[in-house]
């Protein structure tokens, strides 16, 4: 579970491509004043009717997103230092000896980056991909093929990713049944649009997205000199819908009771007949797993099927046209310019394509994250950084115990096993204990598509090497030089990458007011993960087991169901309500996060209000600390799909967190009447 949904973008930005444009100076210090940006205020709104506007209206009216970005915010600014710092870093390495790990940065990058490579290579890398796909004769064949394509590309609960544009995606975890074993998860996928949502619903807008994607993969298939393209586009569009059809919704995949379904090897052609999964395993190197969770059953009986039901050749026509879209950033410009045509300005609303270096970047990080990320912490993340960071987890954690024990509503059983888990809970700050040895993988300068290739199949088969080993509970699930966190819920771990842990959350210099305000939030957050009602269901060694009694879940739902009457009243569009029961989790983990951070911010002044500064009271700065952290804009097709597809609520929402703090109420003096006010009944108390 992630802690925003900074990490989608990233990973849309990779997919996307286009033209490149200038590159402009990189800022390679980070140059946020410390304390509040009290310039980004707004003193005319009162804090009680938009607190959102109070703390960031200044910073709304004068901030514009920028042409290549969906969103822009705190987050977005530190995703471009970020980018730009490892530019940097990778521009150096690309001079290490040939065969060290940093010249394979190097190299991979400027493949990527060497467009005019790209364009006189024209298809000639994917023709040995694309003449096996024609080449295929039967269904077995066809299983084969689906078999090959298998990649450790989704993620159900750490990252939760749930799209993959193969038939099937795989994730390797520790099992939800026996802590001390990886298991191989089955995910749903073969969808080339977000969500299941796109190909159904007879909303004004899907229907309009859904001709623009028919007329896309026309095109992409125009563009390659597929013959007869339109109607091949369209028998496409049909399979997708079907696809679509048996597909979980986004809700359904998030429930992990459902999701727990072992199933033998032998089991799947019974269960789900029309695959030849023989084939299938062999062909993903799985022939000898003798056990599977099939997250999705439904879809997998569904998917298996129309493989069997539907024509060889319209599944033929898909996996050609998949192989086109999906690599069509390591192909000539055409492609690229398609591509950011549909998923960045169709589906995304933004205007410009990011510029080629920065789609290089996000590349690299993809393919050699962590060898990225061991450069990037030597140079910008500090020993005593990691220290201070650490020392607020501790705090944070110590105000979690505090609040447990104070709970009134919890059963002392339950309490015991929460502590428990508290106490073998693995905090990750920064970086990793040990890093991922890319040795296995070949970078051959000049061929940027093949690089992806060959890192997609070692990151598969680096997870397939997990199997019958013991479960590595430091392994991490984002690289650091990522502006995001995670917690990561059957390993009972948490990863704080390097790079959100910077100025404007956190910077060593501000009062602790602050930094516990938007950073210990942040941690906070996540640490609830472990409590809250997905937490509830993993034991302190991950297993698959609900620790609580009936009596404290009946609790847990009931405040948890106020929570999601209160979120559902938010309109972000005259026409889109807020799901308050699909972002739940998130906004209780809000709530006990600001909660949890606020304690530790008292119990580290002595338990009493914190010194003032800037013309604000140790509260007031906790609190548009928090908000500040929280300041976005957000293009409307991106909101509008984020809030479909996103278990998080909108930024601005996020920040009304604090309607349900009494400390808010008398830090800002808020009465009956104005706009954010709830009755003290009203407020949710979670933890
Ligand atoms: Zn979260």
Redesign the pocket.
């Known amino acids: ?3 925003s949904p900074f990490l989608a973008a990233f990973a849309a930005a990779l997919a996307l491509a286009g033209a490149a444009s200038a590159q402009p100076a990189a800022t390679l210090t980070n140059d946020h004043p410390k304390g509040i940006d009290l310039a980004g205020m707004d003193r005319a709104v009162k804090p009680g009717d938009d607190f959102f506007a109070f703390a960031n209206g200044g910073w709304m009216a004068r901030t514009q997103i920028p042409p290549d970005r969906s969103s822009w915010g705190t987050g977005g600014e530190l995703v471009e230092l970020t980018t730009a710092r490892v530019q940097d870093l990778i521009k150096t390495a690309a001079a290490a000896a040939p065969g060290t790990e940093a010249r394979k940065i190097g190299d991979f990058y400027s493949s990527y980056l060497d467009e005019a490579k790209i364009e006189s290579l024209g298809l000639k890398p994917l023709r040995p991909t694309l003449a096996r796909i024609a080449a295929i004769k039967d269904k077995k064949g066809l299983a084969s093929e689906f078999g090959r394509e298998l990649r450790a590309d989704v993620d159900a609960l750490n990252s939760t990713n749930f799209d993959t544009p193969h038939l099937f995606g795989l994730w390797v975890e520790q099992d939800l049944n026996d802590p001390h074993r990886y298991a191989p998860y089955l995910l749903q996928g073969g969808l080339g649009m977000p969500d299941r949502d796109y190909y159904l619903s007879k909303s004004p807008h899907m229907v309009a997205v859904r001709a623009a994607y028919k007329a896309h993969i026309a095109k992409v298939l125009g563009l390659a000199g597929v013959a007869d393209a339109q109607a091949k586009a369209q028998r496409i569009f049909d399979l997708g819908t079907k696809i679509a059809e048996v597909h979980a919704a986004r809700a359904e995949s998030e429930d992990v009771l459902k999701a727990n379904n072992p199933w033998a090897r032998a089991d799947f052609a019974r269960k789900a007949p029309g695959l030849d999964w023989p084939a299938y395993f062999a062909a993903a190197g799985l022939s000898q797993r003798p056990q599977f969770i099939v997250w999705h059953p439904k879809a997998t009986t569904g998917e298996a099927a129309l493989v069997a039901s539907q024509p060889l050749a319209v599944w033929k026509d898909y996996l050609t046209y998949e192989q086109l879209n999906d690599n069509s950033n390591v192909l000539p410009k055409a492609f690229a310019d398609e591509r950011f045509a549909f998923y960045g300005t169709t589906l995304s609303g933004t205007p410009q394509q990011l510029a080629r270096w920065k789609r290089a970047v996000n590349a690299t990080n993809n393919a050699l994250g962590e060898a990225v990320g061991k450069l990037y912490v030597a140079k910008y993340f500090p020993p005593q950084s990691k220290a201070e960071v650490q020392a607020m987890v501790a705090k944070l954690i110590d105000a979690f115990r505090v609040r447990i024990d104070k709970l009134d509503w919890m059963a002392p059983a339950t309490k015991a096993e929460a502590k428990r888990k508290l106490s073998t809970l693995k905090v990750g700050v920064g970086y990793p204990d040990h890093w991922i040895d890319y040795s296995a993988l070949k970078v051959v300068p000049g061929d940027a598509l093949g690089n992806q290739q060959r890192a997609e199949l070692f990151e598969y088969r680096r997870n397939l090497a997990k199997f019958g080993r013991p479960v590595d509970r430091g392994e991490w699930a984002m690289t650091p030089q990522t502006v995001n966190a995670v ?1 990561l819920p059957v390993r009972n771990a948490l990863n704080f990458p390097a790079a959100i842990l910077q100025a404007p959350d956190f910077n060593p210099a501000n009062p602790i007011a602050m930094n516990l305000g938007a950073t210990g939030a942040t941690i906070g ?2 640490v609830s ?1 472990s409590f809250d009602d997905q937490g509830a269901q993993f034991d302190a060694d991950g297993r698959l087991r609900n620790w609580w009694t009936p009596a404290d879940l009946a609790h847990f739902q009931a405040s948890g169901h106020a929570l999601a009457v209160q979120y559902s009243q938010y309109h972000p569009f005259p026409d889109i309500t807020l799901n308050g029961e699909q972002m739940l989790s ?1 906004n209780i ?1 809000d709530i006990a996060g600001l909660n949890a951070a606020y304690d530790a911010y008292r119990l580290a002044n002595g338990g009493k209000e914190g010194p003032a500064q800037q013309g604000l009271t140790g509260d007031q700065q906790f609190f548009v600390a928090f908000s500040q952290s929280w300041r976005t804009k957000v293009r409307e097709a991106t909101a509008r799909q984020r809030a479909i597809t996103d278990g998080h609520a909108p930024a601005e929402f996020r920040a009304d967190t604090v309607r349900n703090m009494d400390s808010w109420y008398s830090a800002f003096d808020v009465k009956p009447g104005e706009k954010l006010y709830l009755a003290p009944a009203q407020r949710v108390r979670i933890w």
């Open positions: 579970m992630t802690h917690n957050h996540e993960h998130e983990a």
